[in-house]
């Protein structure tokens, strides 16, 4: 379990507690629930992360909601995989490769509901590249219409293995990750995935490594 967990669980336990002891007991349930809540929002199961080689896992749990093409700031068109997390969704995220992180732009933003596809440039975001292999992808946390809060504990030139825990988003939120248009996407919309167990994709290692954190409205390909 993500520490965060504890901390909203047992407050809301002892206030619980205080609620029962100089009031009700039964006015204790509500502050009781929101602590089973929050104990199990915040679980962070382990995942059997794949190793095939150019695998790209998923960054996190949740439902697809777009398969596209973007075009980059260097004009490069890439694959762009979004992922919507719900509430009752792992809120753990994971990097989707093994490399080297050589980018970490924080943008702030709106908190328009993550369904909307203007969320992608709009919101609140944490942007990385990572780069491994012969591989260059970037994924973004972004928050949604409840998420507040994004973390990201990595620091650039960190060494990070595919399926490695980075951060969370807290509560409703969003994950993307692109990558070259070449890749062999393994999803379409409506599929399930789980951060850091489910491939997305498969790239082919490449000579020239290329990244960009600025992407521009989507092509439309679904």
Do not use: C
């Not at 695998?55 to 919507?84: C, N, Y």
């Not at 933003?109 to 596809?117: I, R, S, V, Y």
Request: charged fraction near 20%; hydrophobic fraction near 45%; avoid cysteine.
């Amino acid at each position: 379990m993500v520490r965060d967990g504890y901390y909203y669980g047992l407050a809301l336990a002892a206030a619980a507690v205080l609620v029962g002891w100089f009031a009700r007991p039964a006015w204790s349930i509500v502050p009781l629930l929101l602590a089973l809540f929050f104990l199990w929002f915040f679980r962070d199961p382990e995942r059997s992360i794949p190793d095939a080689p150019g695998a790209i896992v998923s960054p996190g749990d949740g439902k697809v909601t777009d398969v596209s093409f973007v075009t980059s700031s260097g004009g490069e068109k890439q694959a762009r995989i979004s992922i919507f997390l719900s509430v009752f969704d792992v809120h753990v995220n994971r990097s989707p490769i093994a490399g080297i992180v050589r980018d970490i732009h924080y943008q702030r933003g709106k908190f328009l509901n993550a369904m909307n596809q203007a969320s992608a440039e709009q919101n609140e975001q944490n942007i990385v590249r990572v780069e491994g292999d012969g591989q260059s992808i970037v994924f973004k946390q972004i928050a949604g219409l409840l998420a507040r809060r994004i973390v990201f504990n990595p620091k650039l030139g960190d060494r990070l293995e595919r399926g490695q825990r980075v951060g969370l988003i807290k509560f409703g939120s969003r994950v993307d990750v692109l990558l070259d248009a070449s890749a062999a996407l393994q999803v379409k919309v409506g599929d399930r995935v789980q951060g850091g167990a489910s491939v997305l994709a498969y790239l082919q290692p490449k000579g020239e490594l290329a990244g960009a954190t600025n992407y521009s409205v989507s092509e439309g390909a679904r």
